[in-house]
């Protein structure tokens, strides 16, 4: 019995097996007979053996009746041997319906234990299970940092570049490398580039990209690096995160209403185009196309299944079940190439939009499009000629622009040899004043030029002089047409003398690139920085990293607010003390009066010293009175009196000292300008209505005293005057200072003739005058090794 039923099994299986495979070979030819490749072709030789015949059988380039069937033919061809598996099914059951591989999960037979690993006892189950995990794939498509550098980021600027940041030791890695190269087989047709990054190898790239853990990865798009954060390896996940970073509106959603506005923006000098689709969003392919040709074509997006898009398929007469892609110029009542299929290929696409991307009358707007406009090229035999009307952004030349149009829809010469474009002259000055020299045009305005790219710096031009392109509006049409005629006529007959082998040019001139007229402006680059900043901060941003980010901004914010009440609360103590000074002097004049800034003076005292001497800022100084308790009441008037002037100097500080408490301090300063080793005596009445002014950085001294004039023997003054403070004379009178006694024969006659007492109201006389020559740096300096310590008595 249990024989019976096994026979009956297998007899079922083969019948199954023998009708999957009638069926697949009926509904579908040999492929590799469609595209006229060998079994052992590789993935490049398909690829580009589908190029050629999708060129050669494409329903726009040729006529043949047969020529849409045998173009969905080799699509499914191409579709069957550029996926792995549906290819080695193909080879091995020769199944070509791809409904019969959609399954392609393995069965689970953990609950069987019947092929139990020994070593999943101790170790866990899958950890050493290496099949189908080829992580040679990722040595394979390795690049380094300076290819990321020098290839991938330029090109990230066209196309999405996946990266896969692995190790050789990574056990992830090689659990991963199986998805991997899934998401390559489905998404490279789209046209995504894919590589790996040794992460041992690279470690500069790791940090700069931003890779948090192996395995990781990274899409680079337009320059940015955008880390890949889900979990899971697939490529449902990978497009949908692709599709998530792609520019905004990159395909603009276009409903009847809005169609005509959408198709008549041409203006902006790109195509436009159109993708009609069955469904509420495009297809990846559809968004990679887009932003590929984001700088040349517009596209907008129209959804069949829309209520509101009824009028649009009606007018270009759409099929409600297909996909369908329409090319539009400056004449947007028909397109210029349409494509309507269940799933257009991204070949095909790029294929179609490449030879329509431009205008029928493009404008000079940058050098990418003067490159494609006008192409350079060393064949001189076989040279390109491009025709430009030099205009002005504005209304009043509309009718040249609209001549010069159609004059290049009727053309007779093919876009291969001759190209017809317009350029703004206030934008590109610099390069129409270059082809205007040698002609020495007083004005190039409504002029044509003819012009042949030598070389990407090197132009040979000619302009025609005999037509100017000056429309007269309020004409009537046969005369316009004659107008036209006539124009059109004799810029044939030039074009068609220059396309002669024999034929140069007349001039030739080096120019610099143009002006990229669709440049961002800088507000707007500063706003992409600020939304891509915000962008990374959001991605990277997690739930562990909140709380630390809120709390570091809330301390700033706390320390800022604090520092801000603080100073208001100062400023209206400060103000409030102003005001009530104010009064008092209103009260003491008997009139209003404004605020004076008060001269703060300072007593130099231990506790003070090393603020005003020893720890002073570069540059800053502080200027000493020295005093007793009986001369300092007039001693400060006049000191204040004196420096007045220079309370609103920031650099200088203004003190007095109680010669009783400093004695020890002045005379150790003494002795250290002098080099004296023994320990010097001074009187302390000799040495009131000093002032010195102290520089506590650089360790220097400047001394005014009345019987201390300033000379350039500033040494020997400074012994006489420490001789004279060391004596001790009588005290004829209270209050009065003592002249020197000198009996240097160095004493001039104006020494004798000085008076030999001082009174305390005429000891700071000449100390203004003292103050001017400190400041213009001609007083005599005295320098000391260190300053010495105050000691108060």
């Excluded at 579709?79 to 791809?98: H, M, P, V």
């Excluded at 940092?145 to 570049?161: C, F, G, R, V, W």
């Excluded at 149009?405 to 001759?418: H, K």
């Excluded at 002089?465 to 000056?470: A, G, I, R, Y």
Aim: proline share 4%; with cysteine.
């Amino acid at each position: 019995m249990r024989a019976w039923r096994c026979s009956t099994v297998r007899w079922l299986f083969l019948v199954i097996l023998v009708t999957v495979i009638i069926e697949g070979q009926c509904a579908t030819k040999d492929p590799y007979t469609a595209l006229g490749v060998e079994r052992r072709a590789t993935l490049q030789e398909i690829r580009r053996a589908y190029k050629q015949l999708a060129k050669e059988w494409h329903p726009d380039k040729t006529k043949h009746p047969e020529a849409e069937k045998k173009f969905v033919e080799i699509k499914q061809a191409y579709e069957l041997l550029s996926d792995s598996e549906r290819r080695k099914a193909y080879d091995q059951f020769g199944i070509t319906n791809e409904d019969a591989i959609l399954n392609r999960d393995r069965p689970d037979y953990t609950g069987y234990g019947r092929f139990q690993d020994p070593f999943e006892h101790f170790y866990g189950a899958h950890n050493f299970n290496f099949h189908d995990q080829d992580i040679s794939l990722y040595h394979r498509l390795s690049i380094t940092a300076k290819y990321y550098e020098s290839n991938i980021l330029p090109k990230s600027h066209q196309t999405p570049q996946i990266l896969m940041f692995y190790a050789d030791w990574c056990f992830d890695c090689m659990k991963a490398a199986n998805s991997f190269k899934k998401m390559i087989d489905t998404l490279e047709p789209y046209g995504v580039t894919f590589a790996t990054i040794n992460a041992g190898h690279e470690q500069q790239l790791v940090r700069k990209t931003g890779v948090h853990s192996l395995p990781c990865i990274i899409m680079v798009l337009d320059g940015h690096n955008y880390i890949y954060r889900e979990s899971i390896f697939n490529a449902q996940n990978l497009v949908d995160f692709i599709r998530q970073k792609m520019p905004y509106k990159l395909l603009m959603p276009v409903t009847d209403d809005t169609i005509d506005a959408f198709l008549g923006g041409w203006s902006d000098n790109r195509v436009r185009a159109l993708i009609l689709e069955p469904r509420a969003q495009p297809r990846l392919r559809y968004l990679i196309t887009a932003f590929y040709f984001r700088e040349r074509v517009a596209f907008g997006f129209v959804s069949l299944n829309a209520k509101d898009t009824r009028r649009t398929q009606e007018r270009f007469k759409i099929h409600p079940s297909l996909d369908s892609l329409l090319l539009f110029n400056e004449y947007p009542s028909r397109p210029v190439a349409s494509i309507s299929m269940s799933d257009i290929p991204s070949p095909t696409l790029n294929n179609v939009i490449s030879v329509n991307k431009y205008l029928v009358l493009p404008r000079l707007s940058s050098q990418h499009v003067l490159d494609g406009v006008c192409p350079a090229e060393w064949n001189r035999p076989r040279k390109r000629l491009c025709v430009v009307l030099v205009t002005e952004n504005t209304s009043l030349h509309d009718g040249a622009r609209q001549l010069m149009r159609r004059m290049a829809l009727e053309s007779s010469f093919s876009r291969e040899r001759v190209r017809f474009a317009y350029i703004y002259k206030e934008k590109q000055d610099e390069f129409i004043d270059t082809l205007s020299k040698h002609n020495q045009l007083q004005d190039a305005l409504l002029k044509l030029v003819i012009f042949w790219r030598r070389d990407t710096n090197h132009v040979r031009y000619e302009w025609i002089h005999e037509v100017v392109l000056q429309v007269d509006k309020t004409a009537e049409n046969d005369t316009q047409d004659q107008f036209f005629n006539t124009t059109k006529q004799k810029v044939d007959n030039a074009i068609q003398r220059l396309l002669r082998t024999s034929e140069a040019l007349s001039f030739e001139a080096e120019v610099k690139d143009l002006m990229d007229e669709h440049a961002q402006s800088l507000a707007v680059r500063v706003l992409n920085r600020v939304l891509l900043a915000l962008e990374f901060m959001t991605d990277n941003l997690g739930q562990e990293h909140i709380l630390p980010a809120v709390s570091v901004v809330g301390t700033i914010a706390f320390i800022f607010i604090i520092g801000y009440l603080m100073s208001y609360l100062l400023r209206l103590e400060e103000e409030d003390i102003q005001l009530k000074q104010g009064k008092n002097v209103d009260n003491l004049n008997g009139k209003s009066a404004s605020y004076i800034p008060e001269l703060r003076l300072h007593e130099l005292r231990a506790e003070k010293y090393n603020g005003l001497v020893r720890l002073l800022k570069p540059g800053c100084r502080t200027i000493v009175l020295l005093s007793d308790m009986q001369s300092r009441p007039k001693l400060i008037s006049a000191f204040h009196k004196a420096v007045w002037p220079y309370r609103k100097n920031k650099t200088l500080m203004f003190a007095h000292m109680l010669i009783e408490k400093g004695i020890g301090w002045y005379a150790e300063l003494l002795r250290l300008s002098l080099s004296e080793s023994r320990e010097m005596k001074i009187n302390p009445r000799n040495c009131i209505g000093t002032v010195i002014a102290l520089n506590g950085h650089r360790k220097y001294f400047c001394m005014y005293h009345a019987k201390h004039p300033e000379s350039n023997r500033g040494a020997k003054r400074m012994i006489k005057m420490t001789r004279h403070l060391s004596s001790m004379p009588s005290d004829p009178e209270a209050g009065a200072f003592l002249g020197m006694e000198s009996s240097d024969s160095e004493t001039s006659m104006s020494d004798v003739s000085e008076p030999k007492i001082l009174l305390e109201e005429n000891l700071l006389d000449g100390l203004p005058n003292w103050l001017d020559r400190l400041f213009e740096g001609t007083t005599h300096r005295y320098y000391i090794n260190y300053w010495p310590d105050f000691t108060s008595k």
